[in-house]
């Protein structure tokens, strides 16, 4: 009898589990301000009620951000979309109370804001657009992994000199589109835990980094990018630039990808598979310092639009390359 009971004790219990997951989750998609997921972290009573530890309570949580302003930058704009504004918390300083409006008054010395986000949030494309009053960023907390786009996320952030990706999750991301475009006075970006297995575009990804001496992707996997056109042109400072675990096995444009890398002087492409490549215009244009380019592997047969490769390029470089494969700029 006993047995029996202890029997129906252990079914009934994964029955609530099993109830309260599924009332939990539907909370989670249905409630319009996430709100819940911060009072439920610190209510014992609630956490109960729906079984929910803390520790399964990261897969829920929010990310949270921390930014820093730089100086005589009073009054910008931190912008983010407007379609989501519901779903980003944004405290001043070290005040906890929460502020709805995402820009500064002209007369607010606000040093430091922190944005923590909810849940309902799967896109961080624009997310920092033009926010040029940003000096430094840092991502505290990123539990998640339901961010799929990060296109344009930095783009055109030009006073921005720090930038903590440490905790960034990029698990699921698609595409990193213009993602660091225009980040002009950042002169260093680890970027060694980035997943990119899921991306396919990685067009102007770093497009005028032009303080960016060295840039170590030796992680990156881009298995299934297609597009790589303008990805480092602009970036004007870099000396060396290591892609041979770079596949382009899908790659079909590659135009201006290294345009006006003026301090590149030495590029290894040995591994790079052009079959699918149908643009390579401007791809080596302003290349300067570069003296040789080895492009026997090199495969244009599909290629559509060859035009300008090697304007700015140095004779000696031009002379070479004439050398190897038969092009006439």
Not at 225 to 245: A, H, I, P, W
Not at 256 to 283: A, Q, Y
Request: glycine share 2%.
């Amino acid at each position: 009898m006993n047995s029996r009971n202890i029997s129906k004790n252990e079914k009934k219990n994964e029955f609530e589990n099993l109830k309260s997951n599924f009332i939990f989750k539907k909370i989670i998609s249905f409630i319009k301000r996430t709100k819940l997921l911060v009072i439920m972290k610190y209510n014992k009573k609630l956490q109960k009620r729906l079984n929910i530890s803390i520790n399964e309570y990261k897969e829920y949580s929010e990310i949270e951000i921390e930014l820093k302003l730089a100086d005589g930058k009073y009054g910008e704009y931190i912008n983010i979309p407007d379609e989501e504004k519901e779903y980003y918390h944004i405290y001043f300083d070290n005040s906890n109370k929460e502020v709805i409006r995402n820009y500064l008054k002209y007369y607010e010395k606000v040093k430091k804001i922190k944005i923590i986000i909810d849940y309902q949030v799967k896109s961080f494309k624009d997310l920092f657009y033009y926010s040029n009053c940003i000096e430094s960023i840092f991502f505290k907390k990123f539990y998640r992994n339901n961010i799929t786009n990060m296109s344009w996320m930095f783009y055109k952030c030009s006073s921005l000199k720090e930038l903590n990706l440490s905790n960034f999750n990029t698990n699921n991301v698609t595409n990193m589109s213009e993602m660091l475009s225009g980040c002009s006075s950042l002169k260093e970006l680890n970027l060694s835990n980035f997943i990119t297995n899921n991306v396919t575009n990685m067009s102007w990804m770093f497009k005028e980094c032009s303080s960016l001496k060295e840039l170590n992707l030796s992680n990156f996997n881009t298995n299934n990018v297609t597009d790589m056109s303008y990805m480092f042109s602009g970036c004007s400072s870099l000396k060396e630039l290591n892609l041979s675990n770079f596949n382009t096995n899908n790659v079909t444009n590659m135009s201006e990808m290294f345009r006006g890398c003026s301090s590149l002087k030495e590029l290894n492409l040995s591994n790079f598979n052009t079959d699918k490549v149908f643009n390579m215009s401007c791809i080596f244009y302003g290349c300067s310092s570069l003296k040789e380019l080895n492009l026997s592997n090199f495969n244009t047969n599909n290629v559509t639009d060859m035009s300008y490769m090697f304007l700015g390029c140095s004779d000696e470089l031009k002379n070479k390359i004439k050398e190897l494969i038969n092009i006439n700029n």
